[in-house]
C-alpha cells in the first residue's frame, strides 16, 4: 500500500485556541501577547488583515489597537499546551503514526486509498478538528517530510485549496515550487538562504535542481539530503517516539524587577516545583540542579550568575530539589541587585525505570516508596484542579514578582472552576 507523509498544522493556533474557548472573540481581529505583556507573538488573520505586525511592542501600538478595535490576549500557555495535546491526540486516533513537530504541528504516516486520492480523508479531519476542538488545520501531503512541508506552506496561503494540498497528484508540481521562495524552504535558515540568493538560488525548484556538489560544499550532508527531500525521497524518519530530553529547563522573566532575596527564593522555589513536575510527567529523574539569575542586560552594572550541584542520587521528588535550589539561589544573589530573570535547569537526565544508588546514601525502599506515592498524589490533584492546587509554602501565595499577564483569558480547558457554564 502506498503511503504519505502529512504535515498538519494548526492555523493561527494561539489565536484559534482563544477563540475556541471564547465564542465572542471568534472572526474578530484578535492579537496574543509575549511574556509580561511585552510584544505581539500571535494574531488572527482577521488582525492580519488590518495589517498589525508581528513582535510590535504592545505599549508602541495599545492606541492603534483600542482605535481599530483589536482584542488583546495576555499568553495563556496552559491553555495552549492542553488544547495541543487534544489535537496531537485526535492526530493520532486518525492516522497510522504521527511525530509531534512543536506545539501546533505534527508529520504523519497515511495509507493511501486504491484510487490515491487523500483529498475525502482531509477534509473529514478537518472537520473532526472543527467540531471537536473548534481548530481549523491545513493538511500538506508529499512522499517526504520536506515536501509535505511545502505542501502545507502551499495549502496555508493558497485560498483556492481550502487547507488541503497534495504535492504528489498535481500535474504541474514544477510551477508550484517555483512560487515559493527559498526563505520557506523547511531547513533554510537566514545565512543557508543568503548564499543561495547569491549564487541565485531564489525558489524551492531552483533548490531541487541545482548541481549536488555545489549545494554539498556549502551545506554538506544536510543541504544533499534536504535536496533529495525535496525530489520526494524520505531521508528523515519518522519519529513516532520522541527521543528522551537531555535537559529540562524552567525560566521566566519577573513581572516586576526582583530586589530581596525572600522574593527570589519564592520565584526559584516555584520553579523547581514546575520542574520537578516535568521530570515526573516525562519519567525521568535528573543528576544535577542549576540555579542562574541575572539583571537587565541593558542596564548598568550587569550581573548574571549560576550555580549546580551533582546530586547523589538521581531523582525527581520535589522535596529533595527544592533545598538543593534555595541553598545555590542563597549562593549566587547578591543584595542591592534588580534581577529581572530567574530559572533552574535539570541536567544529566535518566530514565525513572531504574534509579543508580549510592554506596554513600542512605537508602529506604519503603520511605522512597511513599515519597513516590506523594509526588504522584500531589501531581493527580493539581491535574484535576488546576496547577497549583497544592504547592509549597516556600513558594509564596501572592507571588508579586511573577509575569504580567493583565489580559489572560480563562482556563477553560485545566481549572475545573473555570469551566464555561451555559444557562439554556
Not at 531552483?206 to 548541481?211: A, E, N, T, Y
Request: with cysteine; hydrophobic share 40%; proline share 4%.
Amino acid at each position: 500500500m502506498v503511503q504519505a507523509i502529512a504535515l498538519i498544522d494548526g492555523n493561527n493556533f494561539y489565536a484559534a485556541c482563544e477563540q475556541s474557548i471564547d465564542p465572542s472573540v471568534a472572526k474578530r481581529p484578535l492579537v496574543i501577547l509575549s511574556n509580561n505583556d511585552g510584544c505581539i507573538i500571535a494574531r488572527s488573520p482577521e488582525a492580519r488583515e488590518l495589517g498589525i505586525p508581528m513582535g510590535q511592542p504592545y505599549f508602541r501600538i495599545r492606541n492603534k489597537l483600542e482605535r481599530l478595535g483589536v482584542i488583546v490576549r495576555s499568553s495563556n500557555y496552559a491553555l495552549y499546551g492542553d488544547m495541543s495535546q487534544r489535537l496531537m491526540n485526535l492526530l493520532d486516533e486518525n492516522c497510522e503514526g504521527i511525530e509531534i513537530y512543536s506545539i501546533d504541528e505534527a508529520f504523519a504516516r497515511i495509507n493511501r486509498p486504491s484510487n490515491g486520492d487523500l483529498h475525502p480523508w482531509a477534509r473529514r479531519l478537518r472537520a473532526l478538528s472543527n467540531q471537536s476542538l473548534g481548530l481549523p488545520i491545513s493538511i500538506g501531503f508529499g512522499a517526504s517530510k520536506g515536501q509535505a512541508k511545502l505542501a502545507n506552506h502551499l495549502a496555508k496561503t493558497r485560498a483556492f485549496h481550502a487547507g488541503i494540498f497534495d504535492l504528489i497528484n498535481i500535474q504541474d508540481q514544477d510551477s508550484y515550487l517555483e512560487s515559493i521562495p527559498i526563505e520557506n524552504v523547511w531547513g533554510i535558515g537566514q545565512k543557508s538562504a543568503h548564499w543561495c540568493r547569491l549564487k541565485g538560488i531564489n525558489t524551492a525548484k531552483q533548490l531541487r535542481d541545482i548541481p549536488s556538489n555545489q549545494l554539498k560544499a556549502q551545506l554538506g550532508i544536510v543541504g544533499i539530503r534536504l535536496q533529495q527531500e525535496l525530489l520526494g525521497q524520505a531521508c528523515l524518519p519518522l519519529a513516532t517516539t520522541p527521543s528522551p530530553k537531555q535537559t529540562t529547563c524552567v525560566s521566566r522573566s519577573f513581572g516586576h524587577s526582583v530586589t530581596s532575596l525572600e522574593e527570589l527564593i519564592e520565584a526559584i522555589a516555584t520553579y523547581v516545583v514546575h520542574a520537578s513536575e516535568k521530570l515526573r510527567r516525562q519519567r525521568q529523574l535528573t543528576q544535577s540542579i542549576s540555579v542562574f539569575i541575572r539583571t537587565n542586560p541593558f542596564a548598568p552594572s550587569f550581573y548574571s550568575q549560576e550555580a549546580t550541584t551533582r546530586l547523589g542520587v538521581p531523582t525527581n521528588d520535589t522535596t529533595v530539589l527544592l533545598p538543593t535550589a534555595l541553598a545555590l539561589t542563597r549562593k549566587i544573589f547578591s543584595a542591592h541587585k534588580q534581577f529581572t530573570k530567574a530559572g533552574v535547569i535539570m541536567r544529566h537526565l535518566q530514565s525513572a525505570d531504574y534509579q543508580q544508588q549510592s554506596l554513600l546514601a542512605t537508602y529506604s525502599q519503603e520511605g522512597q516508596y511513599r515519597r513516590d506515592q506523594l509526588m504522584r498524589t500531589i501531581d493527580q490533584i493539581n491535574a484535576s484542579y488546576g496547577k497549583g492546587t497544592i504547592s509549597w509554602a516556600c513558594c509564596g501565595l501572592k507571588q508579586h514578582w511573577n509575569m504580567r499577564r493583565e489580559k489572560i483569558s480563562c482556563a477553560a480547558t485545566t481549572r475545573i472552576m473555570e469551566i464555561p457554564i451555559v444557562k439554556a
